[in-house]
């Protein structure tokens, strides 16, 4: 499959996505949306994250963390908190073909060091993890990944470690899930970004590199928390006497929502100004905009309605398993 082939259309027809950005845009808030969004068309969902603080588990509404194994946490969804260090103990469990000889390499403490500082060995143990969890029949497994800094690398990991091991039984495990990794067919990048200049920035300069050293076209642009105006455009005209007015001969009433309004419009502009610069900067990017939500009462709520939101790029229809 040529890069050209992987033309963004929806992430439907795909089985692992990973969620990037930058620190805070909202990847987590994203991919247990996407999760959420998944799993009430009835397919057989996985979220994961990586060993991170675990913000699954409040996104999704669970009162006990979310643990290295995939737990069933609503019908259809299973979520997970990969520990890396577990991932590598698994990988090397299932590749070595000697337990013996796997006991005593994860039981040596210098051998284990060794192994596991050996550039791209913990991020390849994740990669067969995840496509293990693929055979296992979870489609999607949504990855809610470290920030854009971590993201090429750790995405280019397997098949840097499969060119690097050439032949025998660990190299052709490690080639297969490098080719799933990177088959557009099979995987999509959700890049999720804000409307302000550095995390628009760093979205283009993402979407750049992950083209160029990946040669992964990101499946979307996910710009998280734009401001819609307060009124609508035709509205507007009709509140120029309000919103033009001296604030000192309004009554407080009215010069507060003319305050609140003219605010409004002014932020919504500025945010129209970044996805417009996004999308000048990456002719041919699906970019979708989801809203700031200001008023949910909490984080499930806030996700419920982002997944309203993400549906129609998972592409909708009725559910293709029925629930277990
Ligand atoms: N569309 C939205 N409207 C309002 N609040 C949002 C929206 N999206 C995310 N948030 C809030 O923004 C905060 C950061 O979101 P989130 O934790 O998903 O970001 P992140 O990119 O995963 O951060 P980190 O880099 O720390 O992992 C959270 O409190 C989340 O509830
Ligand atoms: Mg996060």
């Known amino acids: 499959m040529s890069e050209d082939e992987n033309t963004g259309d929806t992430l439907g027809g795909r089985s692992l996505l990973f969620v990037t950005g930058k620190g805070g845009v909202g990847k987590s808030a994203v991919a247990a949306a996407l999760a959420r969004a ?6 057989r969902t996985l979220v994961c994250e990586l060993a991170t603080h675990g913000a699954l588990g409040p996104l999704l509404g669970l009162r006990d963390e979310v643990g290295h194994a995939p737990r069933e946490v609503a019908p259809n969804l299973w979520a997970c908190n990969i520990d890396q260090d577990r991932a590598f103990g698994d990988a090397i469990a299932g590749l070595v073909p000697a337990p013996r000889l796997a006991r005593a390499l994860l039981g040596n403490p210098v051998a284990r060091l060794f192994l596991r500082t050996a550039p791209a060995v ?15 029949g979870f489609d999607p497994v949504i990855v809610d990944l470290p920030a854009t800094g971590h993201a090429v690398g750790f995405l280019d990991a397997s098949r840097a470690m499969a060119h690097a091991l050439r032949v ?16 557009p067919r099979r995987t999509g990048l959700v890049l999720v970004t804000l ?25 979307v642009v996910v710009v998280n928390r734009v401001n819609a105006p307060p009124v609508a455009e035709a509205d507007l005209a009709g509140l120029e006497p309000l919103l033009d007015a001296p604030p000192h001969t309004l009554p407080p009433a ?3 929502v003319a305050g609140t309004v003219r605010e409004g419009v002014r932020a919504a502009a500025q945010d129209s100004r970044h996805v417009a610069r996004l999308g000048e900067a ?25 997944a309203e939101s993400l549906r129609d790029l998972l592409g909708g229809g009725p559910p293709r398993v029925p629930a277990r």
Do not use: C, M
């Not at 913990?122 to 296992?136: A, K």
């Not at 699906?286 to 309605?305: F, G, I, K, N």
């Open 38 to 43: 998944s799993a009430a068309q009835g397919r």
């Open 122 to 136: 913990t991020e390849t143990s994740v990669h067969l993890l995840l496509t293990g969890f693929l055979r296992d």
């Open 168 to 183: 025998g039984r660990v190299a052709k495990a490690v080639a297969e899930a490098a080719e799933t990794v990177r088959d």
């Open 195 to 219: 409307p302000e200049e550095l995390p628009v920035n760093e979205a283009i300069e993402l979407y750049e590199k992950s083209r160029e050293t990946l040669k992964i076209t990101p499946a």
């Open 254 to 256: 009215a010069r507060a």
């Open 282 to 306: 990456l002719p041919g990017a699906r970019l979708l905009e989801l809203p700031t939500l200001r008023d949910s009462a909490d984080e499930p709520a806030l996700v419920a309605r982002l």
